[in-house]
C-alpha cells in the first residue's frame, strides 16, 4: 500500500469515528469534528508526497531509534527551514 493510501485510509477512518463521537456526546460544533479527524495527518501526506527522501528518514529515526514522531519531523524537517532553526 502506498503512502498516500494509508494515510488517507486512515484520516478517513478518524474522521468516521470523531463523528460516531460526536453522535453520542454533546459537541458545540459537531460538523467540524469529522472535518477535524479528516484533515489532522494532512501535513504527513504532504511531507510523504514532497519530500519523500525526508518522509523515509522520519520514519527510519521512530523506528530505529525509539523518536516520537513529532521529535523526528523536528529533526529531520527544521533543517530545511533556516527560519525555523533555533539561534545559537
Do not use: W
Not at 486512515?10 to 469534528?33: C, F, K, M, P, W
Not at 518522509?55 to 516520537?68: N, S, V
Request: glycine share 6%; charged share 20%; with cysteine.
Amino acid at each position: 500500500m502506498a503512502v498516500h493510501d494509508a494515510v488517507n485510509l486512515h484520516s478517513v477512518a478518524v474522521a468516521i469515528l470523531a463523528d460516531v463521537v460526536t453522535q453520542r456526546r454533546t459537541a458545540n460544533y459537531a460538523e467540524g469534528a469529522f472535518a477535524a479527524g479528516l484533515f489532522h495527518d494532512l501535513g504527513q501526506l504532504l511531507v510523504a508526497l514532497g519530500l519523500p527522501k525526508e518522509y523515509e528518514e522520519i520514519g527510519m529515526l521512530c523506528h530505529e531509534q525509539g523518536k516520537k514522531r513529532s521529535e523526528a519531523e523536528t529533526d529531520v524537517l527544521v533543517l530545511l527551514m533556516p527560519a525555523c532553526r533555533p539561534t545559537l
